[in-house]
């Protein structure tokens, strides 16, 4: 569930789904993609904010709708919504903060990079497992994550699969700021607002200015990401991950390292 509210001219959207661990669902990337292409021309709206609700940011795509990958809704999710709703975040004209509130997984994590400011609660933390899943990372983090902390600090994090804590996001320069959890929204806010206070045309050019070269990239990588992401989900490898899951277990992708 995606709650959309808003506090004066800044859009507030929050995973709202606790008993999942604010997973995606389907109707979540609708209500996104439908959410931020309404306001990205709506002159009432000049700034926004991504959050979850505690204790978890989001565990990213709900692997439910994954373990068929070949039925007909897990191909619209991959191939229709999942693409739409990258690209709406991409080409959002407004400023927008990842208010990470607790700990974001997959797209939880990769999210955070396309974010104009990404702050953090002191509890939070970000995992991209995305080897395990024997899938590619996605939200074109192969562009943003070597891009924002480091080419070396972003193998590791899209590949070694552990989590990275808040303080270390922000050393890496991953996120700006590190507060504590019950102050997040209030300076996330503070921060929507102080950007939000220009006038609408300003803002919008500014950050148009600051992604003109950026936001073809992040498509490309976009594309490029979905695209393999597809082609591995028919291996052998990403059966064992689901199937691993599943079982509660580290997945064992031996049986299958000569056909890579």
Not at 14 to 26: D, H, M, Q, V
Not at 61 to 78: T, V
Not at 134 to 147: H, L, R
Not at 240 to 247: D, H, L, T
């Amino acid at each position: 569930m995606l709650e959309v509210s808003r506090e004066g001219t800044v859009l507030i959207l929050r995973f709202n789904s606790p008993e999942t661990k604010n997973a995606l669902t389907p109707e979540a990337l609708q209500t996104l993609i439908e959410t931020l292409g309404t306001t990205a021309t709506d002159n009432t709206v000049k700034a926004a904010i991504l959050t979850g609700a505690p204790p978890m940011f989001t565990s990213g795509m709900q692997l439910d709708f994954f373990r068929d990958h070949r039925s007909p809704l897990a191909q619209k999710i991959l191939h229709q919504y999942v693409p739409q709703m990258l690209s709406a975040f991409i080409d959002y004209p407004k400023p927008w903060i990842a208010a990470v509130n607790g700990p974001g997984v997959g797209f939880g994590a990769t999210i955070c990079g396309l974010s104009d400011m990404t702050l953090m609660g002191d509890s939070a933390k970000l995992r991209a497992p995305f080897g395990s899943m024997a899938v590619v990372p996605e939200a074109g983090s192969t562009v943003t994550f070597p891009q924002q902390m480091g080419y070396q600090a972003a193998m590791w994090m899209l590949l070694g699969g552990e989590w990275m804590d808040a303080k270390t996001c922000v050393r890496r320069g991953f996120a700006v700021d590190v507060v504590a959890d019950d102050a997040l929204m209030g300076e996330a806010m503070r921060r929507a607002q102080l950007m939000a206070n220009g006038p609408l045309k300003a803002i919008i050019a500014t950050k148009a200015l600051m992604n003109r070269e950026r936001k073809a990239r992040l498509h490309a990588a976009n594309d490029a990401e979905l695209k393999v992401f597809a082609e591995l989900q028919d291996q052998p490898t990403f059966a064992e991950a689901m199937k691993a899951m599943s079982e509660r277990r580290a997945p064992d992708f031996t049986p299958f390292e000569q056909e890579a």
